[in-house]
């Protein structure tokens, strides 16, 4: 009798002790988070790895383009929004890099001013023409141009950022995707208000 209830009772300490590991396990796997390193199967997908590296580039350009104002635009309130665009963009290209880093993926290298066209496989993103103009562009003539191409170049990160959330997996990635979303698409209509057209 006393070797059966030793029996059942490490029976129910393991399945005690199985359940206690599946609950952490739960807990702290499959988030992407610190406890995982955000490599676990599960914690990412090839949609996020796509997504973190092709809004880089983008981000990269868009900080480009709103470099440019300080020098070149007339409007005080195109300076303002070029200000604010790279004050959001600089932070959420580092937070991507380390995503990048975390998965064993490669950070894409900064071509920006580099003349390395990526306008035909990124959506929104200028051609080194459009970048050129842009550069040798002062006055109203830079704020009429800036604000044309960052609405576009707006509009192609909320399409890459809808797909992210659709087919992303790591949560942080599809939070940070519906924030581009919320900030990107404030900010067009605030461009196309400048521009006459709101």
């Given at each position: 009798?006393?070797a059966?209830?030793?029996?059942?009772?490490?029976?129910?300490?393991?399945?005690?002790?199985?359940?206690?590991?599946?609950?952490?396990?739960?807990?702290?796997?499959?988030?992407?988070?610190?406890?995982?390193?955000?490599?676990?199967?599960?914690?990412?997908?090839?949609?996020?790895?796509?997504?973190?590296?092709?809004?880089?580039q983008?981000?990269?350009?868009?900080?480009?383009?709103?470099?440019?104002?300080?020098?070149?635009?007339?409007?005080?309130q195109?300076?303002?929004?070029?200000?604010?665009i790279?004050?959001?963009?600089?932070?959420?290209?580092?937070?991507?890099?380390?995503?990048?880093?975390?998965w064993?993926?490669?950070?894409?290298q900064?071509?920006?001013?580099?003349?390395?066209?990526?306008?035909?496989?990124?959506?929104?993103?200028?051609?080194?023409?459009?970048?050129?103009?842009?550069?040798?562009?002062?006055?109203?003539?830079?704020?009429?141009?800036?604000?044309?191409?960052?609405?576009e170049?707006?509009?192609?990160?909320?399409?890459?950022?809808?797909?992210?959330?659709?087919d992303?997996?790591?949560?942080?990635?599809?939070?940070?995707?519906?924030?581009?979303?919320?900030a990107?698409?404030?900010e067009?209509?605030?461009m196309?208000?400048?521009?006459?057209?709101?």
């Open positions: 009798m006393t059966q209830r030793r029996f059942v009772r490490r029976t129910v300490l393991a399945a005690t002790a199985s359940v206690a590991a599946l609950t952490l396990a739960a807990c702290g796997g499959g988030t992407g988070g610190k406890a995982d390193g955000g490599t676990e199967a599960g914690g990412h997908n090839a949609a996020d790895v796509s997504f973190s590296k092709e809004m880089i983008h981000h990269r350009q868009a900080v480009e383009m709103a470099g440019l104002a300080a020098g070149h635009a007339s409007s005080a195109v300076k303002s929004l070029a200000t604010k790279k004050g959001a963009q600089d932070p959420e290209i580092e937070t991507m890099s380390g995503w990048l880093t975390s064993g993926e490669k950070v894409p900064d071509m920006s001013g580099m003349g390395h066209d990526m306008s035909s496989s990124t959506p929104g993103m200028m051609s080194d023409a459009d970048m050129g103009k842009l550069e040798k562009a002062s006055g109203t003539a830079f704020d009429t141009m800036f604000l044309t191409m960052m609405v170049h707006h509009k192609g990160a909320v399409d890459m950022a809808k797909a992210e959330k659709a992303g997996r790591y949560g942080p990635a599809t939070g940070l995707a519906a924030d581009v979303i919320t990107q698409s404030a067009i209509t605030r196309n208000k400048l521009l006459g057209k709101g």
